[in-house]
T-cell receptor, first 111, second 113 residues
Framework: DAKTTQPPSMDCAEGRAANLPCNHS???????VYWYRQIHSQGPQYIIH???NNETNEMASLIITEDRKSSTLILPHATLRDTAVYYC????????????FGPGTSLSVIP | ETGVTQTPRHLVMGMTNKKSLKCEQH?????MYWYKQSAKKPLELMFV???????ENNSVPSRFSPECPNSSHLFLHLHTLQPEDSALYLC????????????FGQGTRLTVV
């Protein structure tokens, strides 16, 4: 079973920041938070991951709360191509991992 | 382009047919995965291979038979499927013990008639 909860859907205006929340209250100390997205009928795409520090790459920023029970993925300037289902997943990094997906958040970027 | 290639991209098969899906990666990954995604449902993990050994089989019916001949190739053999098996089948790979973010192929859209 997925160990995260996300809102089923969100809207964001084009050019604005999209903030996607995720709750993972049962996360254990050695588990990372991963984000993927899936554009319609394509394979999921890895976005970013982190342990406890905030992370940023060319695609997005990941903000993890100090207690690690929740996180937020930030797309700083959403475009229409960012319309997708976004998945938040927790998993370990020291052994093979079962990448288990929940229903995710369907983000619609509106012109 | 993720480095994970699946063939064919689309497949239509009858319930009595036998077919195989192929997945290939040359990323140096040592774990490979099969997922099933039915319409409007989350991805379901079917099989996991780590170092070419099956380490996970999530109660998948025997009409689905995986094969991992080496760390770069993964197959899903299909026989006597049912219409409800129609779905998008996704392959993924990752490098265990270091970074476990998975790279996905574009999937095979399977229709069973």
């Amino acid at each position: 079973d997925a160990k995260t909860t996300q809102p089923p859907s969100m809207d964001c205006a084009e050019g604005r920041a999209a903030n996607l929340p995720c709750n993972h209250s049962t996360i254990s100390g050695n588990e990372y938070v991963y984000w993927y997205r899936q554009i319609h009928s394509q394979g999921p795409q890895y976005i970013i991951h982190g342990l406890k520090n905030n992370e940023t790459n060319e695609m997005a920023s990941l903000i993890i709360t100090e207690d690690r029970k929740s996180s937020t993925l930030i797309l700083p300037h959403a475009t229409l191509r960012d319309t997708a289902v976004y998945y938040c997943i927790v998993g370990g990094k020291t052994s093979y991992d079962k990448v288990i997906f929940g229903p995710g958040t369907s983000l619609s970027v509106i012109p | 382009e993720t480095g994970v290639t699946q063939t064919p991209r689309h497949l239509v098969m009858g319930m009595t047919n036998k077919k195989s899906l192929k997945c290939e990666q040359h990323l140096g990954h040592n774990a490979m995965y099969w997922y099933k995604q039915s319409a409007k449902k989350p991805l379901e993990l079917m099989f996991v291979y780590s170092l070419e050994e099956r380490v996970e089989n999530n109660s998948v019916p025997s009409r689905f038979s995986p094969e991992c001949p080496n760390s770069s190739h993964l197959f899903l053999h299909l026989h006597t499927l049912q219409p409800e098996d129609s779905a998008l089948y996704l392959c993924a790979s990752s490098l265990t013990g270091v970074n476990t973010e998975a790279f996905f192929g574009q999937g095979t859209r399977l229709t069973v008639v």
